[in-house]
């Protein structure tokens, strides 16, 4: 293929795009706007799906790398009432489709996967145009820009490469997440490390929820759900740490000291995260030279699906342009008509189809049927 292949973002989506390309001896270029890969923290657990992470990770052969990654036991899952009784538990028993890694390892290896000088740190998009020869022109933060005969936007929920596409732009869900930390659990906060226990443990009410994870070692990763509007939690300083943490924990009164320690003990003060999701089935018509993928394409609201997505869409794309690589256009045709009723389906799972539920009222029966049902048919 002598197409010049530009992609904008290096999350796990452009990532596996790269990588698998450069599988099929396909160069491509990634402009990242993070100054390096330890420029932030990559977040927390993920489990990556037999049904399309995994696929995505065998496309890019690189199944013997993502084994040594898994943290072994982490797909224990928890489910309790608010009151700390439990609903469900079922321990890791190893036999499970959806292993879990830590975000951070999962980037790395497809960034050491990846030939030398393939990412360009420091190179933020900030703007993108089609040329009147039809190629694409993208601008960065620095004053350089880039053209491309074919650009993919990568680039997330805040897509710069989106409005050459599509005019849609994401929207507040009615709910944010408080992410909180506790570290050295099983010393320091042992009644919610026991809590939590080996894996992820959710519990729930209508529009409140706490969503924890064990990540390496003892620590316990929160996400504490509150269904309300973002005028809300502007009301919230959340400059003053201490503050902040207790007026959240005052939307979980009752609720059992165990659970709301995750929001009252954190160790990092509390960050608020507003979730956004763009239409569901967001969809646009082929502009030639130019595509998207993961939360670019369909951003939506957390529900585990988000990274698997983004990563098989990466290595379908590619895939695509390996298959057709005199004919740029149809690739794109292939890659999106697979895109879209894809995205548009998993933007669309029930609450309990996920580890991650929402707020509606039958959100933690539907997730007690969903691991029943998966125990039931292994």
Do not use: C
Not at 147 to 155: C, E, M, Q, R
């Amino acid at each position: 293929m002598t197409t010049d292949i530009t992609i904008i973002g290096a999350g796990l989506g452009g990532l596996t795009l790269a990588r698998v390309l450069q599988v099929h001896g396909i160069p491509a270029t990634i402009y990242e706007a993070e100054s390096s890969p330890a420029a932030r923290s990559q977040g927390g657990m993920l489990d990556i799906h037999d049904y399309n992470g995994q696929l995505a990770l065998k496309a890019a052969d690189l199944m013997e790398e993502f084994r040594a990654i898994i943290i072994e036991g982490r797909q224990a899952m928890k489910v309790l009432a608010p009151d700390g009784s439990i609903l469900f538990d079922q321990a890791d028993d190893g036999t499970g489709g959806r292993p879990e890694v830590q975000r951070g390892d999962l980037r790395q290896i497809l960034l050491d996967s990846l030939e030398p000088g393939t990412v360009r740190w420091g190179r933020k998009a900030t703007a993108s145009r089609t040329l009147d020869d039809g190629r694409h022109e993208v601008t960065f933060a620095d004053g350089g820009t880039v053209v491309s005969d074919l650009l993919v936007g990568a680039d997330g929920a805040w897509s710069r490469v989106r409005p050459l596409l599509s005019p849609a732009t994401p929207q507040y869900i009615g709910k944010s997440v408080v992410e909180t930390y506790l570290f050295d659990a099983d010393t320091r906060h042992p009644v919610t490390a026991r809590t939590v226990g080996a894996g992820a443990m959710v519990a729930h009410s209508p529009g409140r929820e706490i969503f924890a994870h064990r990540e390496k070692g003892d620590t316990l990763h929160a996400y504490v759900g509150v269904a309300e509007p973002q005028e809300w939690f502007a009301a919230v300083d959340f400059t003053d740490a201490a503050g902040a943490s207790a007026r959240i924990a005052q939307e979980f009164g009752g609720w059992a000291p165990q659970i709301t320690a995750l929001i009252t003990d954190s160790d990092t003060p509390p960050v608020l995260r507003p979730l956004y999701a763009l239409p569901t089935g967001h969809r646009w018509d082929r502009v030639p030279g130019v595509t998207l993928l993961g939360d670019a394409a369909h951003l939506s609201a957390p529900n585990g699906e988000g990274a698997n997505l983004a990563m098989l869409d990466g290595a379908e794309l590619a895939q695509a342009l390996a298959s057709h690589p005199d004919d740029v256009e149809t690739a794109l045709t292939v890659y999106e008509r697979a895109l879209f009723p894809r995205s548009a389906q998993a933007a669309l799972l029930e609450p309990g189809d996920s580890p991650q539920s929402d707020t509606g009222n039958n959100a933690v029966d539907d997730l007690i049927a969903a691991y029943s049902r998966e125990e039931q048919s292994r």
